[in-house]
């Protein structure tokens, strides 16, 4: 069983709907969840960020993390072109100074116009 | 800045052959990593450094070995390819993670393929 999984996708969905992502992780040792975006043939990028459970907002972005379920969420509000790429969730603890991140598999997005 | 920059972009190896993916990175970071990603995959990591003259392995290590001599350079060497080494590669860099806050920065990535 994989620490993390994710489902992979394809997802499309049309321009302005809501998007939700999401992982389901095994290791209770994981202290922080985030949610990086990954553009075609670049490097992933940091997206959300959150170490508590509970919901986190940044504009029409919402990371929710239940740590008794072991399930995070990505909410993607007024979704938009621009927005297709690929989402990855990682799972991270720290273990003297290094973040060690567990990434799950990826979904690709796409939003059609 | 230029961030964290990774050399060559693409590469074709044949079985056997050595090679070293470079690494760069000029904002001072302390942390530096090596990830994989495949399809179906996500990510992995390969290796990591605290700092100059400090690695570590990381989930998928054999194969690969790293050094860090200095706090801007992490190259990664595949001392004997084989194909199952195919792969986009990763490079990262942060801050030292006191609290588990630090933004990692990605590389734009070396395409790998071995023959």
């Known amino acids: 069983q994989k620490e993390v999984e994710q489902d992979p996708g394809p997802l499309s969905v049309p321009e302005g709907a809501i998007v939700s992502l999401n992982c389901t992780y095994s290791n209770s040792a994981f202290q922080y969840f985030m949610w990086y975006r990954q553009y075609s043939r670049k490097g992933p990028e940091l997206l959300m960020y959150?170490?508590?459970?509970g919901n986190k907002e940044d504009g029409r972005f919402t990371a929710q993390v239940d740590k008794s379920s072991k399930y995070i969420s990505l909410f993607i509000r007024d979704s938009q072109p621009s927005d297709s790429a690929t989402y990855l969730c990682?799972?991270?603890?720290?273990?003297?100074?290094?973040?060690?991140?567990?990434f799950g598999q990826g979904t690709r997005l796409t939003i059609n116009p | 800045n230029a961030g964290v920059t990774q050399t060559p972009k693409f590469q074709v190896l044949k079985t056997g052959q050595s090679m070293t993916l470079q690494c760069a990175q000029d904002?001072?970071?302390?942390?530096m990593s090596w990830y994989r990603q495949d399809p179906g995959m996500g990510l992995r990591l390969i290796h990591y450094s605290v700092g100059a003259g400090i690695t570590d392995q990381g989930e998928v290590p054999n194969g690969y070995n790293v050094s860090r001599s200095t706090t801007e350079d992490f190259p990664l060497r595949l001392l004997s390819a084989a194909p199952s080494q195919t792969s986009v590669y990763f490079c990262?860099?942060?801050?030292?993670?006191?609290?588990?806050?630090?933004?990692?920065?990605f590389g734009p990535g070396t395409r790998l393929l071995v023959l």
């Open positions: 990262a860099s942060s801050r030292r993670q006191t609290q588990g806050q630090e933004t990692q920065y």
């Open positions: 959150t170490y508590s459970s």
């Open positions: 990682a799972m991270g603890r720290l273990t003297q100074g290094a973040q060690k991140l567990v």
């Open positions: 904002m001072n970071h302390e942390y």
